[in-house]
């Protein structure tokens, strides 16, 4: 039945088959520079409904599908910024990262100004994060960056300047509520603090400092319950350094790269300061993604070239994700979401006869389902079959 289902999708999709091509009018030329119809598609932690931005009549909607009621609803207009990214913190709260350039007064010119939202699909409330939280500093960007999940739901972990405009801020973590959108500060840093790391139970597993003085790179650590040196670096830039953490928490991932777009070598950081080398699977490719988390503990890696290529270090994730992009060979298929068990993984497939489909794969049942074309102005020259769920 599995593979049944597998070569339907396949020929469905065009790819590897030769099927018959519905008759379809060839879309505007304008239409390849619109945006995507739906964009930023994102399962639940439990796989019961996907939530994603969806362009309708000129504006953006934050909308949610559920797969066993079947049923799609509109929850709120999101077109008043530019949103980036959607997904969920738990099974109640959707976050929405948006961003748009804003004018202060009293600061030079304008900026990129990001923040977090968070919807609750319980009480229906769209919160805009850290707003009301005590000292936040003024125009800083990337506002809305999200480090962790809180074991405890409704509560994630977002680093922010804080301190009022006459005095040197200081990059803390906070502690945020969902509901309320509040924070409170959870370990404080310092004004050359760059980044956090932080567990479900809020252990820091590492803070990144960068002193544009000094040119001096540190990372600090927590594990003990007390802030620890555990590794110092002469520099002229800061370097990629700390991107992300080993899932068994033996050790950070390290990179000694010399800046942001030279990732150099990877390492393994343990806790007590010793770097040994890292195999993140050895495909042979260059590495174009690390696969992390909410809290950036390291999954697998994707590799570039002409279709994406994947290594998970859990072997039978590795063995579904591979099955997906052998099944779909000439495809571009690209992992985008997933549950928490992994037993559902979302794809964002393009190929010769698609401008981008979003498909489900249930690992439980072995079946595949079409959940929703990306563009719905492009139509794609295929035969739709039987039994697969389309928005």
Not at 105 to 118: H, N, P, Q, T, W
Not at 168 to 179: A, I
Not at 326 to 338: E, G, I, P, R, Y
Request: proline share 4%.
């Amino acid at each position: 039945m599995r593979v049944l289902v597998l070569a339907v999708l396949a020929a469905w999709l065009g790819f590897g088959f030769n099927t018959a091509s519905a008759e379809v009018t060839h879309p505007p030329l304008e239409a390849y520079g619109d945006l995507p119809s739906i964009r930023y598609m994102a399962l639940s932690p439990d796989g019961s409904i996907v939530a994603f931005a969806e362009r309708r009549e000129r504006a953006d909607y934050l909308v949610t599908f559920d797969f066993a009621t079947r049923q799609k609803t509109y929850h709120v207009k999101i077109d008043d910024v530019a949103t980036r990214d959607i997904w969920f913190a738990d099974e109640e709260n959707i976050v929405i990262l948006a961003s748009e350039t804003k004018f202060v007064i009293g600061f030079r010119g304008e900026f990129e100004y990001s923040g977090a939202f968070s919807f609750s699909l319980k009480t229906k409330k769209l919160t805009f994060l850290l707003r009301g939280t005590d000292n936040i500093y003024p125009a800083q960007g990337r506002l809305g960056r999200i480090v962790g999940d809180d074991a405890d739901p409704g509560y994630i972990f977002m680093p922010a300047y804080v301190g009022d405009r006459y005095s040197h801020p200081n990059y803390s973590l906070l502690r945020v509520n969902l509901k309320t959108g509040k924070g409170r500060r959870f370990k404080s840093g310092v004004d050359n603090t760059v980044d956090w790391f932080v567990d479900e139970d809020g252990t820091v597993l590492a803070r990144e400092d960068y002193n544009n003085t000094t040119d001096t790179y540190r990372v600090y650590t927590y594990v003990n319950g007390k802030r620890e040196l555990i590794y110092e670096l002469e520099t002229s830039q800061l370097p990629p350094g700390v991107t992300g953490i080993k899932a068994d928490r033996s050790a950070l991932l390290f990179s000694d790269g010399s800046d942001a777009d030279d990732s150099g070598n990877v390492y393994e950081l343990d806790f007590s300061g010793h770097l040994t080398p890292a195999s993140l699977g050895g495909k042979g490719g260059t590495i174009e993604r690390i696969i992390k988390d909410g809290n950036r503990f390291v999954l697998g890696v994707e590799y570039s070239g002409a279709v994406p290529s994947y290594k998970f270090y859990d072997p039978d994730v590795d063995a579904a994700v591979s099955g997906m992009v052998s099944q779909f060979s000439t495809a571009s298929v690209n992992l985008v979401s997933w549950t928490d068990d992994w037993s559902k993984l979302l794809y964002l497939i393009y190929g010769s006869d698609t401008p981008g489909s979003y498909v489900l794969q249930d690992r439980e049942t072995g079946q595949m389902m079409l959940v929703a074309d990306e563009r719905d102005n492009i139509p794609p020259r295929r035969h739709r079959p039987d039994g697969f769920c389309q928005l």
